[in-house]
């Protein structure tokens, strides 16, 4: 609310949270990949029939999740934006 009343458009915002949110899910995903990758290859030992990971699922799973969290941090971001700034600064 403050930063509409001090002229900030909607894009700016969306910009502003979008940008620190993705960086957050960045570095998630730089952590988690190589322990995801080692739990896979202990679990797929454990069969007959091997098989090998390929480098583009952790990949395509990086993108889902950063996908799903800029709709969800963009939608509410989006509906915050849009409301009357009178109205977020009452109940701050």
Known sequence: GIR???GAKVSEILTMLNKD???WVAIAFIITTPIAYYAMNKWL???????T???WIFVLAGVLAL???LLTVSWQTFKAARRN???ALRYE
């Open 4 to 6: 509409k009343v001090n």
């Open 21 to 23: 949110f993705i960086k």
């Open 45 to 51: 030992e454990n069969f007959a029939y091997k098989t």
């Open 53 to 55: 990971l390929s480098w």
């Open 67 to 69: 996908a799903v969290a």
């Open 85 to 87: 700034p009178v109205e």
